[in-house]
């Protein structure tokens, strides 16, 4: 079964300081895995995009990593800002006839100033 | 338009009551989706469009459930005889192409419905 598995599930830093969120996975074989920024009320943007043969995908201040060995993701956030404050989530696009996408249970960053 | 719009932004409803939940694309997409958002849970497939037509309605709970798309544009989520479980946020995507070959094909998402069933 396809499984998308995010930690931590909450996470308050201060601003200015740099996180990274964990993406664990058990979905095969998979298209490319896009990390989404969905704020309070809104629909999730992309924020990056890999297929599974990259390892690295930047972003201005975000950074994914994909490390298919081990089955995890992970998004970097350097230089928080308060407008990083929403969930995070992970999103891998199946191999399948269309765009079927599994999602992660998303992380909740709140950037404290 | 410039994104993807849903309406109502909140509907709040009764047990046993039917609501419809409506979905703007963004103009010239052909595929649509639609997706459901509970309180800690991470985003549920629904029903996919191509044009008017839904290849993959797998997601749908239960046969209460049931959506439709004319024109290739607009689609309608209905709900008949909601449940306390209905409560979600009920999010809809398109993209310019429904194929997973395009790989880089972008869903775009609207702000979603939130449904409170009381």
């Known amino acids: 079964k396809n499984q998308v598995e995010q930690s931590p599930q909450s996470l308050i830093i201060l601003e200015g300081k740099n996180c990274t969120l964990q993406?664990?996975?058990?979905?095969?074989?998979?298209?490319?895995l896009r990390w989404y920024k969905q704020d309070t009320g809104r629909g999730p943007v992309s924020l990056t995009i890999?297929?599974?043969?990259?390892n690295t995908k930047s972003n201005g201040r975000y950074t994914a990593t994909l490390d298919a060995d081990t089955k995890q993701s992970s998004l970097h956030i350097t230089a928080s800002q308060l407008s990083d404050s929403a969930s995070y989530i992970c999103v891998f696009l199946l191999n399948t006839g269309f765009q079927k996408l599994v999602f992660g249970t998303g992380t909740r960053l709140l950037v404290s100033p | 338009g410039a994104g993807v719009s849903q309406s109502p932004s909140n509907k709040v409803t009764e047990k046993g009551k039917d609501v419809e939940l409506r979905c703007d694309p963004i103009?010239?997409?052909?595929?649509l989706y639609w997706y459901r958002q509970s309180l800690g849970q991470g985003l549920e497939f629904l029903i996919y469009f191509q044009g008017n037509s839904a290849p993959d309605k797998s997601g749908l709970p239960s046969d209460r459930f049931s959506a439709e798309r004319t024109g290739g544009s607009v689609s309608t989520l209905t709900i008949q005889r909601t449940q306390q479980e209905d409560s979600a946020v009920y999010l809809c995507a398109s993209s310019l192409a429904g194929s997973s070959l395009a790989g880089t094909n972008e869903q775009f998402f609207g702000p979603g419905t939130r449904l409170t069933v009381l």
């Open positions: 103009s010239g997409h052909t595929a």
């Open positions: 890999m297929t599974f043969s990259e």
């Open positions: 993406c664990n996975y058990t979905v095969s074989p998979f298209s490319n």
